[in-house]
């Protein structure tokens, strides 16, 4: 068996990571305005992996809010949970390999269809 308690405390022994710069996250632009205990089925993950996107520990940073949405398996269930943002890159992935969450959503205003992932800045059509 695997305990993952302990890979974790072996990975912060040597130095908190075993990825070369950042952890990836899975993003999912909120097309459907999922809310706080929402319940996910395939169907709407299907519809979520169409707008799916990589995010970088930096990019989690910069979202506006101290809390973020995520995509959690909770009883043989994905659920929409909000959480708070970890600060720390080692802090990211004790979570993704606790199973804490599988993805973030990333707000619908945040994304540009042209220029992908804003953080809110102006976007120009060239």
Do not use: A
Not at 10 to 21: A, I, Q, T
Not at 38 to 44: A, K, L, P
Not at 66 to 73: A, H, K, M, Q, R
Not at 88 to 114: A, C, D, K, S, W
């Amino acid at each position: 068996m695997i305990n993952v308690k302990e890979i974790i405390e072996w990975l912060k022994n040597f130095g908190g990571s075993f990825v070369r710069e950042e952890p990836l996250i899975v993003g999912f632009v909120n097309k459907h305005d999922l809310k706080d205990g929402d319940s996910v089925d395939r169907e709407m993950l299907k519809k979520l992996m169409d707008w799916q996107l990589p995010l970088s520990f930096s990019d989690l940073r910069r979202l506006p809010s101290n809390e973020v949405l995520t995509l959690s398996g909770e009883q043989k269930e994905l659920m929409v949970r909000r959480r708070r943002k970890p600060r720390y890159i080692g802090r990211l992935v004790e979570m993704l390999l606790r199973g804490e969450f599988f993805g973030i959503l990333v707000p619908n205003e945040l994304y540009h269809e042209t220029y992908g992932l804003t953080f809110g800045g102006p976007c120009h059509e060239v």
